[in-house]
Structures are given as C-alpha cells and as structure tokens.
Nanobody, 110 residues
C-alpha cells in the first residue's frame, strides 16, 4: 500500500513537498514515480527515481522546478515542488511497480 500526503492549496511561485509512504512492502526493490492527473486530462508521468536514487527522470514541464528523492530506510519517496504554476494543479499519485496510491490534491492559485 502507498499513501501520499503533503498536497494543498498554494499560490503561484510557492512550494510544496509531497511524501509517499509504503506499508506492507519495501520500496527499495522498486523504481518509484510520481504521476499527476488534471481534470479532463490523462495521467502523466512527472518524475521517476531508480531503486537507490542515483538516476532520475523528469517531465520537461517540471525540470528545474521539481526534485524527486527517496529514503529507503524510511520507506518513503518525496517530491519537492518549487516555483509552482497554476498548470501544476492536479491530483498527484505515487507509483511503485503495479501499486498506486490514492492521490493527493495540489491546487496552485494564480
């Protein structure tokens, strides 16, 4: 099971840090990812991190603003989001293997 937290309402230019905690399984065996889905749009990949954190990949739309990281000892993956824009508004989901979290809402006001 994966559980996201840290979403909320923030003004444009602000920051949020999302967390994804796993229970019942170890995250260290998995490449982990953050995805998002805005109303009326398909779910898209935001950031991916490999099992030990030494390789990451970002969507072009978030490069330079978002940072994905992980702490396998805490069974947690993070997404630091800076310089947020209204177009970042979406439900953000954590993924590992075939398991998805329920999502956390991020709303950026202009």
């Amino acid at each position: 099971q994966l559980e996201e937290s840290g979403g909320g309402l923030v003004q444009a230019g602000g920051s949020l840090r999302l967390s994804c905690v796993a229970s019942g399984r170890s995250l260290s065996d998995y490449t982990m990812g953050w995805f998002r889905q805005a109303p009326g749009k398909e779910r898209e990949s935001v950031a991916i991190i490999n099992w030990n954190g030494d390789a990451t990949h970002y969507a072009d739309s978030v490069k330079g603003r978002f940072t994905i990281s992980r702490d396998n000892a805490k069974n947690t993956v993070y997404l630091q989001m800076n310089s947020l824009k209204p177009e970042d508004t979406a439900v953000y989901y954590c993924n590992g293997g075939v398991v998805w979290g329920k999502g956390t809402q991020v709303t950026v006001s202009s």
